[in-house]
């Protein structure tokens, strides 16, 4: 699928499935998240430019590669989308942090905006969405639109699961935006949850309904 990278990583189709099933345990599922979220990560950032600096090992000067100034923002939709982001600030401890908080209306499968908090220099950052599930697509659209609102020119999005329906409507809006996920899953439900999927994940990471 175009503008899609499915990370297909032995170790990530391992936890995606241990996710999966109904009887992880909410403590194992938000570990499980925050793994993946670390493996997720490394794809998402496969191709930030690098320039060589000169550097002293203990033996002797060297060229050596090091990250070209790129400047990284992580963007975790509230609330299931923290889950992943420890496990990527793990990685790029450097990055900032923009907080973009909302919820699909039942009823309308609607997003609605309660809360957001962003860098100010957006324009000169990579920004990488964090949501593990992108369903109807409207969630992931109403982050990008709002985070290209402050200023976001560079963005991405990093997802666990997918559905066909979501992808081609994201797209529809936001073309430019790449997206990695574990997997793409085979369709959405009537209540627009993804099938077979893995349930609601803030539900599963937080032990709530």
Same mark, same amino acid.
């Not at 996710?19 to 493996?39: A, D, H, Y």
């Not at 401890?93 to 957006?122: I, N, S, W």
């Not at 369903?135 to 020119?153: K, S, Y």
């Given at each position: 699928?175009? *503008?899609?990278?499915?990370?297909?990583? &032995?170790?990530?189709? +391992?936890?995606?499935?241990?996710?999966?099933?109904?009887?992880?345990?909410?403590?194992?599922?938000?570990?499980?998240?925050?793994?993946?979220?670390?493996?997720?990560?490394?794809?998402?950032?496969?191709?930030?430019?690098?320039?060589? /600096?000169?550097?002293?090992? &203990?033996?002797?000067?060297? %060229?050596?590669?090091?990250?070209? !100034?790129?400047?990284? /923002?992580?963007? &975790?939709?509230?609330?299931?989308?923290?889950?992943?982001?420890? $496990?990527?600030?793990?990685? /790029?401890?450097?990055?900032?942090?923009?907080?973009? !908080?909302?919820?699909?209306?039942?009823?309308?499968?609607?997003?609605?905006?309660?809360?957001?908090?962003?860098?100010?220099?957006?324009?000169?950052?990579?920004? /990488?969405?964090?949501?593990?599930?992108?369903?109807? *697509?409207?969630?992931?659209? %109403? %982050?990008?639109?709002?985070?290209?609102?402050? $200023?976001?020119?560079?963005?991405?999005? %990093?997802?666990?699961?997918?559905?066909?329906?979501?992808?081609?409507?994201? +797209?529809?809006? +936001?073309? $430019?935006? +790449?997206?990695?996920?574990?997997?793409?899953?085979?369709?959405?439900?009537?209540? *627009?949850?993804?099938?077979? *999927?893995? $349930?609601?994940?803030?539900?599963?990471?937080?032990?709530?309904?």
């Amino acid at each position: 699928m175009k *503008g899609v990278t499915v990370v297909d990583h &032995p170790l990530v189709k +391992h936890k995606l499935t241990l996710m999966r099933k109904k009887e992880t345990s909410t403590k194992s599922f938000r570990q499980l998240l925050r793994e993946i979220g670390v493996l997720l990560c490394y794809e998402v950032t496969r191709d930030l430019p690098l320039e060589d /600096v000169t550097i002293e090992t &203990p033996l002797q000067p060297m %060229a050596a590669p090091l990250l070209a !100034g790129k400047k990284l /923002v992580f963007a &975790p939709v509230l609330r299931s989308g923290m889950g992943m982001l420890d $496990g990527m600030l793990e990685l /790029v401890p450097a990055a900032r942090v923009a907080h973009v !908080g909302l919820y699909r209306d039942p009823a309308t499968l609607q997003c609605v905006e309660y809360y957001f908090k962003a860098p100010a220099d957006m324009a000169e950052r990579t920004v /990488v969405v964090i949501d593990p599930m992108l369903a109807t *697509g409207n969630t992931a659209i %109403a %982050a990008v639109d709002r985070l290209q609102e402050a $200023g976001a020119r560079d963005i991405r999005m %990093a997802c666990l699961l997918a559905s066909p329906e979501g992808l081609s409507k994201f +797209h529809g809006h +936001h073309a $430019g935006v +790449h997206v990695w996920t574990a997997a793409v899953d085979e369709r959405l439900n009537d209540h *627009g949850y993804i099938l077979p *999927g893995l $349930g609601d994940a803030g539900d599963r990471m937080y032990g709530t309904r």
